[in-house]
């Protein structure tokens, strides 16, 4: 029997074709669809700001992971109470607010591990003002920074510290060595053993400048709108994609109930 014929993909391609104003019809009804949301659903700016949360290190000089360079765990912190309600108090807006304008993301590549790649957030602000969102995203990225430097500084100024230690030692040791007499050739071993740790110290000292120190990658300049003609454009496509599929479903299923009508009579 006709009914028990198993279903080619030509029995589907030929349903397809014949249903071929429904597709169209639901494709041209689902970008205009696309067109009114995008007068309708309101104007949204949007801006980004970029920071560097640095990158801890050992003593070794191997990279080092910590919470608030983890890409699995920076962005929870950014988004942590203190972090907003400075944010808040200095952009004058609700905490409410604050978080529901604005998307916080710190991306991991593939096939790597979470402490052999820089973490770089991405803060990205959503409001009905152009201003406001390249102040907000700007101000995030200010309050990142800060939070960001607290341990560093730390590290910074030990190493600082040690390096200044260093250098006082060296000198005195150095001059010593001129009128060091009998004792010279103590003084000349302590002075070796002063210099390497300086040497040392220096060198800490620069690979954490280089590589530890956080930093603004790039702050918001404009934002833009959601009712541009690209992003306008974009909802339309998507809009017009949606109804396509839609309307293949619906010619297949008009397809099959006329099929099944044509057995049974």
Do not use: C
């Not at 920074?145 to 150095?174: E, P």
């Not at 339309?236 to 396509?244: E, K, N, Q, W």
């Not at 299923?253 to 009579?265: E, L, W």
């Amino acid at each position: 029997m006709a009914s028990d014929r198993e279903i080619t993909l030509g029995d589907i391609g030929g349903t397809i074709w014949r249903g071929k104003w429904y597709i169209v019809l639901a494709a041209v009804l689902g970008g205009v669809i696309g067109l009114l949301f995008t007068f309708t659903g309101g104007t949204k700016y949007t801006a980004s700001s970029q920071v560097y949360l640095g990158q801890a290190t050992t003593m070794m000089g191997n990279l080092a992971q910590t919470a608030g360079t983890n890409p699995l765990t920076a962005a929870t912190i950014l988004q942590g109470d203190a972090i907003v309600d400075e944010v808040s108090a200095k952009t004058g807006l609700t905490r409410g607010q604050v978080n529901s304008d604005t998307d916080i993301s710190v991306s991991r590549a593939p096939g790597t591990t979470n402490t052999n790649q820089p973490a770089i957030a991405q803060i990205t602000t959503h409001t009905d003002n152009a201003d406001l969102s390249v102040r907000l995203a700007n101000t995030y990225a200010d309050v990142a920074l800060n939070g960001a430097n607290a341990g560093y500084a730390v590290v910074l100024k030990t190493l600082q510290n040690q390096v200044r230690t260093g250098r006082i030692a060296v000198a005195g040791l150095a001059s010593q060595l001129k009128g060091a007499g009998a004792n010279q050739a103590l003084v000349a071993s302590e002075l070796a053993t002063q210099q390497t740790n300086l040497a040392t110290a220096e060198l800490q000292l620069a690979r954490v400048q280089q590589i530890e120190a956080p930093s603004v990658v790039s702050k918001a300049t404009s934002a833009s709108s959601s009712s541009s003609g690209r992003n306008r454009a974009r909802t339309i496509i998507i809009g017009a994609v949606i109804g396509l599929l839609l309307g293949i479903v619906i010619a297949l299923i008009i397809g099959g109930s006329r099929r099944r009508g044509a057995a049974t009579a």
